[in-house]
Every structure is written in C-alpha cells, then in structure tokens.
C-alpha cells in the first residue's frame, strides 16, 4: 500500500486520518450524550470530550491541508446524483469538523468550565453566561445530531457501494485489498 493517493485509491495517510477521525467521532459523541446523564463524572467527561472535541479540529485541519498536498482517486462511474449527492455530504462533513469544536469550546467558555485539552488548560475566550449558553448549547448540539444524520447517511452510503453495487467505494479507504 502506497503512502499516498494514486488514481485508483487512497493511500496510508488518507486512510489512517479516514478511520481515526471517524473513531474519535463516535468516541466524542457518545462521550456528549454521556454529559447530560453523569454527574458523577461530569468533569472527568467533559474533558475527555473536549480534547477529543480539539483533536477532531486539529485533524481536519491536517486533513483539509493534505487533500491538497496530495491527488484524489478517479471517481468510480457513478449516477450525477449520487456523486453530487456525496461531495456535498464531505463538504458539510469539513464544515461540521471546525463547528462542532468550536462551538463546544466556546459553550465550556460560557458555562463557566476551562477547556482542557488532554490536561493542558486552554485558554478562555468568553466569560460565564447563562443566556449565552443556552442559545451555543442549542446550536451545539443541532450540528452534532447533523453529524450523526450525515455519518450515518455516509456509512449507508459505503453499504450500499459494497453490498448492492459491489464496487471498489469502500475498499478504496480500507487496507482490504480492491477486486
């Protein structure tokens, strides 16, 4: 396997950032819903789910700098639609990967907490505000149920290429082997 793309797959890189920021995805999101629910370990969570929250950001701003570091694979032949269909989807991904940090940083700003980044307090750019906070927790969380929509919707996608169209989709941002 190659490091980089080539026109027919993605390479090393691509995938590893790929299959990462779709694990620390699914990490930091249930790690929210768990905020709501524990108390006990309310701190402890909020943590955790801010500096998953950051490296998300730190990532896909390596990842947005990489796609134009390197080639994209030619895409498979496929309906306009769908190809249409899954470059917006990638494009509102990119947009939701610098707002749901962003918003979850300046919503820990607002009620009051330091932003932690794996220990390391960052640092504060807004002062406690209940009001505030409200309306940045809405959007907040708005945008993460978005993100589970376009994840799922993303995952049905790749099933759908795989099992029903059984093309190369998946297995071109996979270490499997293409047919």
């Known amino acids: 396997m190659n490091i980089l793309n080539s026109d027919q797959r993605y390479g ?66 496929n309906k306009v639609i769908l190809m249409k269909l899954a470059t917006l989807t990638h494009i509102f991904f990119y947009i939701i990967f610098f707002t749901l940090p962003i918003t979850g940083y300046i919503l820990t700003n607002l009620q009051g907490d330091i932003v932690l980044f794996y220990g390391y307090g960052l640092p504060e750019v807004l002062e406690q505000n209940r009001g505030l906070k409200n309306y940045v927790h809405t959007i907040h969380d708005y945008v993460g149920n978005i993100l589970l929509i376009l994840f799922s919707l993303h995952v049905l996608g790749a099933l759908y290429h795989h099992l029903i169209k059984k093309d190369n989709t998946l297995r071109r941002i996979t270490f499997f082997k293409m047919k």
């Open 12 to 77: 090393l890189i691509s995938i590893i950032f790929h299959w990462l920021m779709a694990l620390i995805i699914i990490a930091t999101f249930i790690l929210g819903l768990n905020l709501k629910h524990n108390f006990q370990y309310y701190y402890e969570v909020l943590a955790l789910h801010n500096s998953l929250g950051i490296t998300i950001f730190l990532l896909a701003i390596f990842r947005v700098a990489w796609k134009f570091f390197n080639i994209k694979p030619n895409q498979l032949p």
